[in-house]
């Protein structure tokens, strides 16, 4: 029972340590492969938002290259582009462009661009791509210029046509929406000629957008990047071009990745176990006799060939014929395991133990003996064997031995086996040492 207690726990913390070792090299491993995808995330990330920033100026030349055309006050529809009019005007042809805008954007931002609008200026119309019943509204009770004061004030892009290199619009932070109450980010593009203010570009983006390329990567680079994350241990936070409020902040959260490192870590610490295990049953079925787990004779005695110094014993079990026709071949295999078993018990590990044959067995002792010494040594095997019946039958073991320098296993076999003969001739449940 204490024993196996013991082999129990010491398997159990085997099984503890492969895990924390594995659990760590993949922990480790899968953090630092997220850190080094969080700065390529960054990169991608950012990239896409100067191309949305890219595509968006583009929009400038073509309104400043489109005709007009007068429409009256009202609410109009132009491919699908709503034009609304407070006043008779002359309208800006915009619908294709609007169209052909979002289009690009969409492509870009896998569609998260929530509104387009374009206001002119002062502010007598603007196109909406698509309008909404709070656009609406709120453009009704606009005066003339009122939309780009406040928006051109507020957002500092007064000007812009002087900014050869930089920023030239303007992103703006997250907000949620009134009348929606959708969380969107705002680009401003403000469109002059000639130095002069002629419209303002207005590309309202679902606040999503972050959070659906993240979910993205993560599934295409099998990472666990958080935006915002609560619990991080590493991270990138920096403001996204051309916006001065609500950073980009993305990181690796530690949690996730020990999540992620969990089963993994628990499968191969299992896997090492088994194979382990396989492997030693399987050397345990080439090297040891599965009745009696003695050494087998096909793999020890090539060992015994390549020794010139011996101290050995031939064990055979008396009347073991008889047992076996008596009492029938199970019965006997259960003589051959307890005898088998307490000769162990009677010698050392780095002693060596053979099963010879089928009742007879060879212990081979490493460190010098002398005759008187084996001799002791067999006497205590033989009497733990005879001490208590088997199965209420009293089973007995003759031994014969030799101590020899200088010579063949052949030879020494030959003489501890004559020497287990007259063991054997003389009235069997005895030692004789030559």
């Not at 896998?110 to 609008?117: F, G, L, V």
């Not at 606009?142 to 992103?171: A, H, P, Q, W």
Request: with cysteine; glycine share 4%; proline share 3%.
């Amino acid at each position: 029972m204490n024993s196996n207690f013991k082999l129990k726990n010491k398997s159990l913390l085997t099984s503890i340590k492969l895990f924390l070792l594995f659990f760590f090299i993949i922990s480790s491993g899968y953090f630092a492969y997220n850190a080094y995808q969080l700065d390529e995330f960054h990169d991608e990330y950012f990239e896409k938002v100067n191309t949305i920033y890219s595509v968006s100026r583009r929009f400038g030349s073509y309104y400043n290259n489109t005709g007009t055309t007068p429409i009256p006050k009202g609410t109009h529809d132009y491919n699908g582009v709503s034009v609304v009019v407070n006043h008779f005007s002359n309208v800006k042809v915009l619908s294709k462009g609007i169209n052909r805008l979002r289009s690009q954007l969409e492509q870009i931002t896998d569609h998260h661009i929530w509104t387009i609008a374009v206001f002119e200026n002062p502010a007598t119309y603007a196109h909406f791509d698509p309008v909404r019943p709070e656009y609406l509204q709120s453009f009704k009770n606009y005066e003339k210029g009122s939309v780009m004061k406040r928006i051109i004030d507020r957002e500092g892009l007064k000007e812009t046509f002087r900014y050869f290199y930089g920023c030239n619009l303007k992103l703006t932070e997250r907000y949620v929406e009134d009348g929606t109450d959708k969380a969107i980010r705002t680009l401003y593009y403000p469109i002059y000629n000639k130095r002069v203010l002629n419209a303002l570009l207005v590309i309202d983006i679902n606040d999503d957008l972050l959070s659906t390329d993240i979910a993205e990567y993560n599934k295409a680079h099998l990472t666990v990047l958080q935006r915002n994350p609560s619990a991080h241990s590493f991270h990138i936070k920096k403001l996204l071009p051309c916006a001065t409020q609500d950073p980009f902040y993305v990181g690796v959260n530690l949690f996730s990745v020990f999540k992620f490192a969990f089963f993994p870590a628990l499968f191969f610490s299992f896997l090492i176990q088994y194979l382990t295990k396989s492997v030693r049953t399987k050397k345990f079925s080439l090297q040891r006799d599965h009745m009696t787990h003695f050494y087998r004779r096909d793999f020890y005695e090539k060992k015994f060939q390549k020794q010139s110094d011996f101290c050995l014993l031939i064990i055979d079990i008396d009347n073991f014929k008889s047992i076996n026709d008596t009492y029938g071949h199970e019965f006997g295999d259960d003589v051959i395991r307890t005898v088998a078993k307490r000769i162990n018990q009677s010698i050392r590990q780095t002693d060596i133990a053979v099963r010879w044959g089928g009742e007879e067995f060879i212990v081979s002792f490493p460190s010098s003996m002398t005759k008187e010494q084996l001799q002791l040594k067999a006497e205590e095997i033989r009497y733990m064997v005879q001490l208590y019946p088997i199965q209420n039958l009293n089973v007995t073991i003759s031994i014969g031995g030799t101590v020899a320098t200088n010579t063949s296993f052949s030879q020494t076999y030959k003489t501890a086996d004559k020497a287990l003969y007259q063991s054997k001739h003389n009235g069997r449940n005895q030692s004789t040492i030559v």
